[in-house]
T-cell receptor, first 112, second 115 residues
Framework: GQQLNQSPQSMFIQEGEDVSMNCTSS?????WLWYKQDPGEGPVLLIA?????ELTSNGRLTAQFGITRKDSFLNISASIPSDVGIYFC????????????FGKGTLLTVNP | GAGVSQTPSNKVTEKGKYVELRCDPI?????LYWYRQSLGQGPEFLIY????????DSGLPNDRFFAVRPEGSVSTLKIQRTERGDSAVYLC?????????????FGQGTRLTVV
């Protein structure tokens, strides 16, 4: 089936630094989603991308839908301690618009 | 409450026992999804309900797993003859429109531990 590869697996940064993480696939995705998961909680949608080349921002977060439809990246600017968590990319798979495939996540740690 | 509610938040059971996990979706949401998240992994799709019916159960790993949503609101995921490999966090999500997973909201999950 379709798989999503996220990198890096983990990141340790200082508060105030910018962060970049990405997600790649061997298959085309028509939608790219970025989620954040805090410990003991479910994933929360951060940004949704629907068109190749689309660049979308949500506060300090910016995500882009790759032109090839096989990749996406998420940037976080001026990180703060509450940015700590696991970031997942996801996309609808199996020809459906509801069955999501998730990557394995990028664990972000922010040192104050 | 305003969000998706899952109970219990934690469940420890012995191998071979039967368990039920409950999901209360956001009021008015017709679509409901179950996912399973193993340690160090992203969530994996199990089943999708549109109203009372299971529109897609292709993610259920085997026939020990079953889910119902008899009145189109609350859903119960049932696992028979539990195995240690069933240990995971089971996540429920709901969305207002059927098949629009981008609009889905997740609950906090039920952490199942089979000993």
């Amino acid at each position: 089936g379709q798989q999503l590869n996220q990198s890096p697996q983990s990141m340790f940064i200082q508060e105030g630094e910018d962060v970049s993480m990405n997600c790649t696939s061997s298959s085309i995705f028509n939608t790219w989603l970025w989620y954040k998961q805090d410990p003991g909680e479910g994933p929360v949608l951060l940004i949704a991308l629907y068109k190749a080349g689309e660049l979308t921002s949500n506060g300090r977060l910016t995500a882009q839908f790759g032109i090839t439809r096989k990749d996406s990246f998420l940037n976080i600017s001026a990180s703060i301690p509450s940015d700590v968590g696991i970031y997942f990319c996801a996309g609808p798979s199996g020809g459906s618009n509801y069955k999501l495939t998730f990557g394995k996540g990028t664990l972000l740690t922010v040192n104050p | 409450g305003a969000g998706v509610s899952q109970t219990p938040s934690n469940k420890v059971t012995e191998k071979g026992k039967y368990v039920e996990l409950r999901c209360d979706p956001i009021s008015g949401h017709t679509a409901l999804y179950w996912y399973r998240q193993s340690l160090g992994q992203g969530p994996e799709f199990l089943i999708y309900f549109q109203g009372t019916g299971a529109a897609d159960d292709s993610g259920l790993p085997n026939d020990r797993f079953f889910a119902v949503r008899p009145e189109g609101s609350v859903s119960t995921l049932k696992i028979q003859r539990t195995e240690r490999g069933d240990s995971a966090v089971y996540l429920c999500a709901s969305s207002l429109k059927g098949g629009q997973n981008t609009e889905a909201f997740f609950g906090q999950g039920t952490r199942l531990t089979v000993v």
